[in-house]
């Protein structure tokens, strides 16, 4: 029988039987330490039995005495070091066997040769990682929020999505999405309800607004303010449908809207699109969880990023291509795209 891979749901059959067949079982004691913070790894682990714990490091006065925190366990079936294997980074937590284990390590040249050739594994495999990633990410922005711990937002998420989707695919979005202008104060998503649309804000800025309970009171918060160059709307079109936070048009803005209906067609229908923009939008999650990991205070020695794109460029009508240089071709084609709609506006 085989072990349930509980993140990969979407996964069909022969993908778990690969993933099974390609995998090292490794067995571990109490307190063996399989990944340590800070270090570069070059396997995803798949827990087959038992339970790991999860330990990040903290950088406070008050905490020299206990430097490690545990933040998570584990359990059969999840996944550990998805985070590095997305964006190549050092590990941002030390993860150690909570009692005796079996995972199953799983290479990550195997994988991306796997997810290069299999564009149908590729869709199914990344859309899993979304839902995982994406469920993690609405339980530290809560956390966060309720600490009153904030922080400047990283890369627009535009950067990472038009680096990794072809131009083709940007053609596409511009030929289904619709504009739309909204004034000061305009409600675009409502917590809680169900989302219509993925949204890319081409001009202006949006509020996003966090219903919270503190001391047993509700209460709304404004946690963010998005500039031009941000893309609403993935979190619930890849996990629940619903919006996980309110946001309003702070200034006049002119979005770009792709209904989810046709945007869930195209992806059943080219599995090319359904790779890259999966993979996208993983990776978009991903820059968000290392983030908030800095937000919460830990000293997390993996995180080494340039200043963030949104400070250099919040007030600019286009993206600036010399900030990044991996994040050229995507400002490029931003920039293209906002033309375009310019003129036909």
């Known amino acids: 029988m085989k072990p349930k891979l ?4 979407i996964l069909q059959e022969q993908d778990i039987q690969w993933i099974l067949d390609q995998g090292i079982k490794r067995e571990l004691a109490v307190g063996d330490i399989l990944i340590k913070e800070g270090s570069y790894i070059h396997n995803l682990f798949i827990i087959l039995e038992g339970t790991l714990s999860v330990f990040v490091s903290q950088q406070s006065e008050a905490d020299r005495e206990n430097p490690d925190q545990e ?4 359990t059969q079936g999840e996944i550990v070091g998805e985070i590095s294997f997305l964006d190549k980074l050092p590990t941002s937590a030390t993860v150690k066997s909570f009692e005796n284990s079996v995972v199953l390590s799983l290479s990550w040249q195997q994988l991306s040769s796997k997810l290069n050739y299999d564009l149908g594994f590729a869709s199914r495999f990344y859309q899993s990682l979304c839902i995982l990633l994406a469920e993690r990410m609405r339980k530290i922005t809560f956390l966060l929020v309720s600490r009153k711990v904030l922080s400047n937002p990283p890369l627009r998420k535009v950067l990472f999505v038009f680096g990794i989707l072809d131009d083709i695919d940007i053609d596409w979005i511009l030929a289904t999405g619709k504009l739309l202008q909204y004034s000061p104060g305009t ?4 917590q809680g309800e169900t989302v219509e649309s993925l949204y890319i804000l081409l001009e202006g800025k949006l509020a996003v607004f966090l219903e919270i309970i503190e001391n047993e009171v509700k209460i709304i918060k404004e946690v963010a303010q998005l500039p031009q160059g941000e893309i609403v709307g993935e979190m619930s079109f890849v996990e629940t449908g619903k919006a996980s936070a309110t946001v309003k048009a702070s200034a006049i803005s002119l979005l770009l809207a792709i209904p989810q209906q046709k945007l869930r067609t195209k992806l059943e229908n080219d599995m090319g699109f359904a790779s890259r923009f999966y993979r996208a939008i993983t990776v978009v999650i991903t820059d968000r969880l290392r983030e908030r990991m800095i937000s919460r205070g830990y000293r997390n020695v993996a995180y080494i990023q340039s200043q963030s794109v949104s400070e ?7 993206l600036n291509l010399d900030t990044l240089e991996n994040t050229a071709l995507a400002a490029t084609r931003f920039n293209w795209l906002l033309k375009q709609v310019r003129n036909s506006y």
Do not use: K
């Open 6 to 9: 509980s993140p990969f749901g």
């Open 187 to 190: 409600v675009l998503l409502q």
């Open 312 to 318: 250099t460029m919040e007030d600019e009508d286009e």
């Open 71 to 74: 933040i998570a366990r584990i």
